[in-house]
């Protein structure tokens, strides 16, 4: 198993829409989770930590469920410009790792 | 907000050549990172740094070295550039292991 997984997409979905990703990582160790937002030529931006007990900002959604190892992110109400690569990022506790990065799901919000 | 400043955004290099690629911060950031990212495989880690003149090899190190001889410059050496190296270079840099990271712009590195 992947240390993190993620579907690729892409994930094409109309303005408006709730678009909902997950992703697995395989460590049950691991402690600390976000989700970064990367724009098409663009760096990674921090988009959100993810806490154990769930958390919102705008329209935008973080959970973690550590029993299925999984973390999840929502976005209401799509927006044109929400279009761009989401990438899971797990904190590896063990070995010389610091943060691991997920591959990365493709959103494309269409007018 | 932190700034992470990379020297070039677009380099193109002989195999064989040495390359430096450089990589500045401006907030006093212990750690610093590289990464490469390539279609179909994400970002991965070269190297790291959590202090002045230490290093870490990360998940993929052969072929580059990095220097930190200050606290707010990091530098990855590509000592004989070979043409799978062609790849888009990220720095990286926080204020502890275990937070965000605060990336640079990149540079996209192309071995002809």
């Known amino acids: 198993r992947k240390e993190v997984e993620q579907d690729p997409g892409p994930f094409n979905v109309p303005e408006g829409a709730t678009v909902a990703f997950n992703c697995t990582y395989s460590n049950s160790a691991s402690q600390s989770f976000f989700w970064y937002r990367q724009d098409c030529r663009k760096e990674p931006k921090l988009l959100m930590s993810?806490?154990?007990s769930g958390n919102e900002d705008g329209r935008f959604t973080a959970q973690l469920n550590r029993a299925s190892q999984y973390i999840s992110l929502l976005i209401r109400d799509s927006k044109l410009s929400d279009s761009a690569t989401y990438l899971c990022?797990?904190?590896?506790?063990?070995?010389?790792?610091?943060?691991?990065f997920g591959k990365g799901t493709r959103l494309s919000v269409i007018a | 907000d932190v700034k992470v400043t990379q020297s070039s955004r677009y380099l193109v290099k002989r195999t064989g050549e040495k390359v430096f690629l450089e990589c500045v911060q401006d907030m006093d950031h212990e750690n610093m990172f590289w990464y490469r990212q390539d279609p179909g495989l994400g970002l991965r880690l070269i190297y790291f740094s959590y202090d002045v003149k230490m290093k870490e090899k990360g998940d993929i190190p052969e072929g580059y070295s990095v220097s930190r001889e200050k606290k707010e410059r990091f530098s990855l050496i590509l000592e004989s550039a070979s043409t799978n190296q062609t790849s888009m270079y990220l720095c990286a840099s926080s204020l502890s292991l275990n937070y965000g990271y605060t990336f640079g712009s990149g540079t996209r590195l192309t071995v002809v």
């Open positions: 990022v797990v904190l590896r506790i063990s070995g010389n790792t610091p943060l691991v």
């Open positions: 993810v806490y154990s």
